[in-house]
């Protein structure tokens, strides 16, 4: 298999963008060659400097302009695109451009809780207030439609009645470090067969 590189897209603290660039380091199969943030002070910046990988932030405008993303996506030979955190909708000349080739982290069992509003401690107070017994991570392929791509894989984890929102987003995030990583190679290598 030649090599892919898989760009990862972030809005927040960056610590499944860390995660992936530290899995892949020293990999012959899979590089991460740049981070792409919509916030100029989200921490994954940092992260990702630290790690020495090129970073870029975008304005709305320019993620949404394809003479500004797809030129920025060439320039780095990238092949998948991992949402790590990103909060903007994907626009669909991107999906086009990468048909099943952009993957979403998303932090429950969809399609429970997905779609507009639902991200970071939002989600975790609604399986709160429900009062599920189980939570976890959903990885799945993005279409125009938030949170409704083909689901990849999800892992589970239990939830109690003594757990508060805070503890539930604890034992999903384990599950995020633990399997999103693998999850995202083997969908690069079974793509790239």
């Known amino acids: ?9 972030v809005s927040g603290s ?7 660039i530290r899995y892949f380091e020293g990999s012959e199969r899979i590089a991460t060659p740049l981070v792409v943030s919509n916030k100029p002070d989200a921490y994954a910046l940092v992260r990702a400097n ?3 990988v090129p970073s870029r932030v975008v304005t709305k405008a320019e993620l949404n302009d394809a003479d500004v993303m797809l ?5 780095y030979g990238i092949d998948f695109i ?7 909708l994907i ?10 080739r952009i993957i979403n982290i998303h932090p429950a069992l969809l399609p429970k809780y997905g779609g507009k509003g639902m991200w970071g401690h939002h989600v975790h107070e609604a399986v709160k207030a429900a009062g599920d017994a189980e939570t976890g991570m ?8 938030c949170d409704s791509g083909e689901i990849i894989a999800q892992y589970k984890c239990a939830v109690s009645p003594e757990d508060t929102a805070d503890g ?4 999903e995030h384990e599950l995020e470090m633990r399997y999103f990583p693998k999850v995202v190679e083997e969908v690069v290598e079974k793509t790239a067969k």
């Open 91 to 100: 626009p669909t000349f991107l999906i086009d451009a990468y048909p099943r």
């Open 1 to 9: 298999m030649q090599k892919k590189n898989i760009a990862i897209f």
């Open 138 to 145: 959903t990885v799945h392929y993005v279409t125009p439609v």
């Open 14 to 20: 960056g610590s499944n963008c860390e995660n992936l």
């Open 71 to 75: 030129p920025l996506l060439q320039a």
């Open 50 to 52: 630290k790690l020495g």
């Open 168 to 171: 539930i987003a604890a034992k």
């Open 82 to 88: 991992v949402l790590a955190g990103f909060l903007p």
